[in-house]
């Protein structure tokens, strides 16, 4: 089983920054990532797939960047309904998930 | 318009069984390969099981922790995926979301029902 790590757990953020966060996985998954957005009694949204390609109506500012084993979920001017919990998922093999980031105010 | 909603959720007993249901509407469960993925209380997400489109032979896969306990299926007639689930367990309990995979792409998931609550309690 691939184990995809999340960094960091928590990170505060205030509205109008930058927040990255980091996914690393245990051995390579070339580019077959994804990343996804939870918040409070929702289901999981697809943010970006094959690590870097936004998906549909997905806002310009989630960018995401990395190959092999090291991934990046950039988003760019934090906006009030950007704060929620993130997920990385590898399907190179099995689908295993990263045990989520959770943006908040800072 | 994409829709999935899962019904079947509820309490059951350790060793009970349960069958969870996920309607689909706005495309063929036959011809998308189809996941459940569950999530723990306060944690994170787990793939279960999936069953790949008809074109691709319809094979199942599960997860090694619901391994010989847990069935995947569906019915076309019905454009409806299935969960089957026996020798319920207390870590068992956990929302449980169906999820499509994207037609001819890897197995990520772009579409998630509203998820189904299971609770497995004495």
């Known amino acids: 089983e691939i184990v995809m790590t999340q960094s960091p757990a928590t990170l505060s953020v205030s509205p109008g920054e930058r927040a990255t966060l980091s996914c690393r996985a245990s051995?390579?998954?070339?580019?077959?990532l994804a990343w996804y957005q939870q918040k409070p009694g929702q289901a999981p949204r697809l943010l970006i797939y094959?690590?870097?390609a936004r998906a549909t109506g997905i806002p310009a500012r989630f960018s995401g960047s990395g190959s092999g084993t090291e991934f990046t979920l950039t988003i760019s001017g934090l906006q009030s309904e950007d704060f929620a919990v993130y997920y990385c998922?590898?399907?190179?093999?099995?689908?295993?998930f990263g045990q989520g980031t959770k943006v908040d105010i800072k | 318009e994409v829709q999935l909603v899962e019904s079947g959720g509820g309490l059951i007993q350790p060793g009970g069984s349960l069958r969870l249901s996920c309607a689909a509407s706005g495309f063929t469960v036959s011809g998308n390969h189809m996941s459940w993925v569950r999530q723990a209380p306060g944690k994170g997400l787990e793939w279960v099981s999936i069953i790949y489109s008809g074109a691709s032979g319809s094979a199942t896969y599960y997860a090694d922790s619901v391994k010989g306990r847990f069935t995947i299926s569906r019915d076309e007639s019905k454009n409806a995926l299935y969960l089957h689930m026996d020798s319920l367990r207390a870590e068992d309990t956990a929302v449980y979301y169906c999820a499509r995979t994207p037609p001819a792409a890897g197995n990520y998931f772009d579409y998630w029902g509203q998820g189904a609550l299971v609770t497995v309690s004495s």
């Open positions: 051995q390579s998954v070339s580019s077959n």
């Open positions: 094959g690590a870097s």
């Open positions: 998922q590898q399907y190179n093999v099995w689908p295993t």
